[in-house]
C-alpha cells in the first residue's frame, strides 16, 4: 500500500508503513498538540492565565457555513505550560472527532484577540489521535 500510495504523491510526502485499523474511525475522540511559540518565554504566564478560565467564548463557523458563538474553556481536555529552548512550549488536548472538532488555532487566534499587546510566531504539531478514554487510536 505505501509503495501505490508514494507513486501517486508528490515527492515531500511520502508513505512508511499501513496499517488496518483496529478501531472505527467514529472512536477518535480528541487530539493531542504541542504548541511552540517563539517568544523567549514572555507569553507563559498570560497564556496560563487565559487556559485557565472559566470561559473562553469565540466563533467558530459550522458545517453550513454560519457563524456560532462556543466556549472553549470546557473542551479544554488536558494541558502543560513548559519552557522548551527558551521558548513557550503548550502541550494540549482538544477534541478532534466526527461530532465535536476544536482546530487549536481558533483557541490561539481567541488568546490573541484579547492580548493585542503581544503577538508571536507560533508552530502546532499534531503529536496524536486519541479515543474517548484519551488511549492512543489505532
Same mark, same amino acid.
Given at each position: 500500500?505505501?509503495?501505490?500510495?508514494?507513486?501517486?504523491?508528490?515527492?515531500?510526502?511520502?508513505?512508511?508503513?499501513?496499517?488496518?485499523?483496529?478501531?472505527?474511525?467514529?472512536?477518535?475522540?480528541?487530539?493531542?498538540?504541542?504548541?511552540?511559540?517563539?517568544?523567549?518565554?514572555?507569553?507563559?504566564?498570560?497564556?496560563?492565565?487565559?487556559? #485557565?478560565? &472559566?470561559?473562553?467564548?469565540? %466563533? *467558530?463557523?459550522?458545517?453550513?457555513?454560519?457563524? !456560532?458563538? $462556543?466556549?472553549? +474553556?470546557? #473542551?479544554? &481536555?488536558?494541558?502543560?505550560? %513548559? *519552557?522548551?529552548?527558551?521558548?513557550?512550549?503548550? !502541550?494540549? $488536548?482538544?477534541? +478532534?472527532?466526527?461530532?465535536?472538532?476544536?482546530?487549536?488555532?481558533?483557541?490561539?487566534?481567541?488568546?490573541?484577540?484579547?492580548?493585542?499587546?503581544?503577538?508571536?510566531?507560533?508552530?502546532?504539531?499534531?503529536?496524536?489521535?486519541?479515543?474517548?478514554?484519551?488511549?492512543?487510536?489505532?
Amino acid at each position: 500500500i505505501p509503495s501505490m500510495l508514494n507513486s501517486v504523491c508528490p515527492p515531500d510526502i511520502r508513505f512508511i508503513s499501513a496499517f488496518e485499523p483496529k478501531q472505527k474511525v467514529s472512536n477518535i475522540a480528541f487530539a493531542s498538540y504541542d504548541v511552540y511559540f517563539d517568544d523567549g518565554f514572555e507569553i507563559c504566564e498570560k497564556l496560563s492565565e487565559f487556559l #485557565k478560565s &472559566k470561559s473562553i467564548i469565540t %466563533e *467558530k463557523r459550522t458545517k453550513k457555513g454560519d457563524m !456560532k458563538q $462556543i466556549d472553549l +474553556a470546557p #473542551k479544554i &481536555k488536558k494541558y502543560s505550560l %513548559e *519552557k522548551a529552548n527558551g521558548n513557550t512550549l503548550l !502541550k494540549i $488536548i482538544l477534541p +478532534a472527532g466526527p461530532n465535536d472538532n476544536i482546530n487549536p488555532s481558533l483557541l490561539l487566534d481567541a488568546f490573541y484577540g484579547g492580548n493585542n499587546d503581544c503577538y508571536y510566531c507560533y508552530n502546532v504539531t499534531r503529536t496524536d489521535i486519541l479515543d474517548i478514554s484519551l488511549k492512543q487510536f489505532s
